[in-house]
C-alpha cells in the first residue's frame, strides 16, 4: 500500500541553526500538509500546499517557516533559525484530489532543538 | 476558530466496548475524523462523518449529531493493541486546503 514517507527520523539541531525535513508524499496526491505535535500535546495545523503554492498557514508559521516542493516527489519545510520551542514532532501529510477526504500521515521526524 | 473537547483519559477491560465523546464548535462546519495514534507513532485515519449518523466499520463505529456539536468512537471487543491515543478531528468548511482542527486526544487503557 502507498504510504508517506519522512527523513529523517530523528533530527537534532543547535538553536539558531537551520533545519529541512523531507517528506515524499504518496504520488498521485495533490494536497500537501504539515502538521506538529509537541509532546504531549494536540497535534496543531502548520500549513497546507496546493498546486505549487501555500492554500493556508496557522499562525505558528511564521517567517521562520517555509515550504517547497522542489521536484515531482518531494515536499519540504525548512526553518530558518531555530527555537527551542521548535522541538517536536513534525508530520507531512497528503491527499487525493477532489472528494477524497482522507488525509495520510507520514512516520513522523522527531525534531530536537537544543 | 474551533474548539474540539474530548475526555483526557479512559480505561476499560479487554473485550469491553468503550465511547469517546468529542465535542466541538466551529462556525463552518465540514466533516468530523477519527484517528488513532499509538505513542510516538503518526495517527492513522479510522472514520468520517459528514452526515448526522452511525458510521459502523468492523468493531469501530463513528456518531455524529451536527445540531449539538457532538461525535462519538464506538470501540467494540476491545483488544490490547487498542491502547492508544484517539484524536477527534474537525475540518472547516471556510478552510481553502481541507486543514484539520484536532482536539487533544483521548488516551485510551485497555487491560487484560
Known amino acids: 500500500e502507498p504510504e508517506v514517507t519522512q527523513t529523517p527520523s530523528h533530527q537534532v539541531t543547535q538553536m539558531g541553526q537551520e533545519v529541512i525535513l523531507r517528506c515524499v508524499p504518496i504520488s498521485n496526491h495533490l494536497y500537501f500538509y504539515w502538521y506538529r505535535q509537541i509532546l504531549g500535546q494536540k497535534v496543531e495545523f502548520l500549513v497546507s500546499?496546493?498546486?505549487?503554492?501555500?492554500?493556508?498557514k496557522s499562525e505558528i508559521f511564521d517567517d521562520q517557516f517555509s515550504v517547497e516542493r522542489p521536484d515531482g516527489s518531494n515536499f519540504t519545510l525548512k526553518i530558518r533559525s531555530t527555537k527551542l520551542e521548535d522541538s517536536a514532532m513534525y508530520f507531512c501529510?497528503?491527499?487525493?484530489?477532489?472528494?477524497?477526504?482522507?488525509?495520510?500521515f507520514g512516520p513522523g521526524t522527531r525534531l530536537t532543538v537544543t | 476558530g474551533q474548539n474540539i473537547d474530548q475526555p483526557t483519559e479512559m480505561t476499560a477491560t479487554e473485550g469491553a466496548i468503550v465511547q469517546i465523546n468529542c465535542t466541538y464548535q466551529?462556525?463552518?462546519?465540514?466533516?468530523l475524523f477519527w484517528y488513532q495514534q499509538h505513542a510516538g507513532e503518526a495517527p492513522t485515519f479510522l472514520s468520517y462523518?459528514?452526515?448526522?449518523g452511525l458510521e459502523e466499520k468492523g468493531r469501530f463505529s463513528s456518531f455524529l449529531s451536527r445540531s449539538k456539536g457532538y461525535s462519538y468512537l464506538l470501540l467494540k471487543e476491545l483488544q490490547m493493541k487498542d491502547s492508544a491515543s484517539y484524536l477527534c478531528a474537525v475540518r472547516d468548511r471556510r478552510a481553502a486546503g481541507n486543514k484539520l482542527t484536532f482536539g487533544g486526544g483521548t488516551r485510551v487503557l485497555v487491560k487484560p
Open positions: 501529510a497528503s491527499k487525493e484530489e477532489g472528494t477524497s477526504y482522507e488525509q495520510y
Open positions: 462523518n459528514v452526515l448526522d
Open positions: 500546499f496546493y498546486n505549487n503554492e501555500i492554500s493556508e
Open positions: 466551529t462556525s463552518g462546519f465540514n466533516g
